[in-house]
């Protein structure tokens, strides 16, 4: 099933307009318990009619604003914050039934416009997961003269990246979301030799390509090959040297940063996490608690300081930084926890200005 675009932008206007439009739905859970453990049983029901309700609102538009292969991914996603997306329910009917379950139904007010909002992040951390974001960049140490050169074999990576499905960025916009880059390096040396007394010239042109992580430097993959052309000209030798070259070397190339797109992705780093005008130190903690609860990737987090009303938290998360800062903006958890204001992104460093708490559901039973 392809994008339904004109619903997809439709739940998206609204979504800009207010994420708070709801909608009222009827749903029921169920709950199986073992004899005397009937209160087990209701919790169950309970939190198995709030999800029901949830997945009621969200159905339609899960189904229509995401492709088949990722319908699941999403919905599950969606399904496991279910709470998050109830602004209150009441319960119309509950009991136990003949066959050793109980049953509840309630009526709940379900924030759709959150759940547009969220689908659309899901939507856009899906798509970063299945189309890497690359770089190509020429190594400053490329001597002027063979920088044409260079430039082209950027460009023939480009093409060629481009059409394998990866999203190929600018240099400058790779600090915009997470991305790795592939710094490219070019050699050329020539050597005559006579042959029966004609004086011949070939040229050996080397081309190098690394994938580098842009916050640390660090060298993840290499390849390299080597073309040897003839010709009196070194430059003409140097840009028929770079098509060939470019060619022996992009299935390694494509190999290493696919590999390497999916280590990152995974990969475990440190996040300092300040958030600005937060009221006291007992709402630091509870931010603490959230983000150690429900936050998926989180592997260790820590309030290391509350000074003037400013948290300085250190996150161990399992996921590019970006990812980690979207599960916060979640409509979901904001609406659960806590409401801020991005101020600044930059090198695994996320600043955020506190702006309230956010509500729980309620039950007008």
Request: with cysteine; net charge positive.
């Given at each position: 099933?392809?994008?339904?675009?004109?619903?997809?932008?439709?739940?998206?206007?609204?979504?800009?307009?207010?994420?708070?439009?709801?909608?009222?739905?009827?749903?029921?859970?169920?709950?199986?318990?073992?004899?005397?453990?009937?209160?087990?049983?209701?919790?169950?029901?309970?939190?198995?009619?709030?999800?029901?309700?949830?997945?009621?609102?969200?159905?339609?538009?899960?189904?229509?604003?995401?492709?088949?292969?990722n319908?699941?991914?999403?919905?599950?996603?969606?399904?496991?914050?279910?709470?998050?997306?109830?602004?209150?329910?009441?319960?119309?009917?509950e009991?136990?039934?003949?066959?050793?379950s109980?049953?509840?139904?309630?009526?709940?007010?379900?924030?759709?416009?959150?759940?547009?909002?969220?689908l659309?992040?899901?939507?856009?951390?899906l798509?970063?997961?299945?189309?890497?974001?690359?770089?190509?960049?020429?190594?400053?140490?490329?001597?002027?003269?063979?920088?044409?050169?260079?430039?082209?074999?950027?460009?023939?990576?480009?093409?060629?990246?481009?059409?394998?499905?990866?999203?190929?960025?600018?240099?400058?916009?790779?600090?915009?979301?997470?991305?790795?880059i592939?710094?490219?390096?070019?050699?050329?040396?020539?050597?005559?030799?006579l042959?029966?007394?004609?004086?011949l010239?070939?040229?050996?042109?080397?081309?190098?390509?690394?994938?580098?992580?842009?916050?640390?430097?660090?060298?993840?993959?290499?390849?390299?090959?080597?073309?040897?052309?003839?010709?009196?000209?070194?430059?003409k030798?140097?840009?028929?040297?770079?098509?060939?070259?470019?060619?022996?070397?992009?299935?390694?190339?494509?190999?290493?940063?696919?590999?390497?797109?999916?280590q990152?992705?995974?990969?475990?780093?440190?996040?300092?996490?300040?958030?600005?005008?937060?009221?006291?130190?007992?709402?630091?903690?509870?931010?603490?608690?959230?983000?150690?609860?429900?936050?998926?990737?989180?592997?260790?987090?820590?309030?290391?300081?509350?000074?003037?009303?400013?948290?300085?938290?250190?996150?161990?998360?399992?996921?590019?930084?970006?990812?980690?800062?979207?599960?916060?903006?979640?409509?979901?958890?904001q609406?659960?926890?806590?409401?801020?204001?991005?101020?600044?992104?930059?090198?695994?460093?996320?600043?955020?200005?506190?702006?309230?708490?956010?509500?729980?559901?309620?039950?007008?039973?």
């Open positions: 099933m392809k994008f339904n675009i004109a619903f997809l932008v439709s739940c998206l206007l609204l979504a800009a307009a207010s994420s708070c439009w709801g909608v009222e739905v009827d749903a029921t859970g169920m709950g199986f318990f073992e004899a005397g453990r009937e209160a087990v049983g209701r919790e169950k029901a309970l939190n198995d009619a709030k999800r029901a309700a949830v997945e009621k609102a969200v159905g339609v538009s899960v189904s229509s604003a995401t492709e088949v292969r319908f699941m991914t999403v919905r599950d996603q969606v399904l496991s914050r279910a709470t998050g997306y109830l602004k209150n329910y009441k319960i119309l009917k009991g136990p039934t003949p066959f050793g109980y049953e509840v139904s309630i009526r709940a007010d379900v924030m759709a416009g959150a759940l547009v909002d969220d659309s992040r899901f939507a856009k951390m798509s970063l997961q299945k189309s890497p974001r690359i770089a190509v960049q020429v190594l400053p140490t490329v001597p002027a003269e063979y920088r044409s050169a260079a430039n082209k074999a950027v460009s023939l990576l480009n093409h060629r990246l481009a059409r394998s499905g990866f999203t190929v960025v600018d240099p400058q916009a790779v600090r915009s979301g997470p991305a790795l592939l710094k490219l390096g070019v050699e050329c040396s020539s050597k005559d030799a042959y029966e007394g004609v004086k010239t070939s040229n050996e042109v080397g081309l190098s390509a690394d994938v580098v992580r842009p916050e640390s430097g660090e060298v993840l993959a290499s390849a390299s090959a080597v073309a040897t052309t003839p010709g009196a000209s070194p430059l030798a140097l840009d028929k040297g770079v098509e060939i070259t470019v060619s022996r070397i992009y299935e390694q190339v494509r190999s290493n940063l696919a590999r390497a797109w999916s990152e992705l995974n990969a475990a780093r440190d996040i300092v996490l300040f958030v600005e005008a937060t009221p006291n130190y007992r709402d630091g903690m509870q931010m603490l608690q959230a983000m150690r609860s429900d936050v998926p990737g989180v592997e260790r987090a820590e309030l290391i300081r509350y000074k003037n009303g400013k948290c300085r938290f250190e996150i161990r998360y399992k996921g590019q930084p970006q990812f980690f800062l979207s599960e916060l903006e979640m409509s979901y958890f609406s659960k926890y806590f409401r801020f204001k991005v101020k600044e992104v930059s090198d695994g460093v996320i600043v955020l200005r506190y702006s309230g708490k956010g509500g729980k559901v309620e039950n007008g039973s």
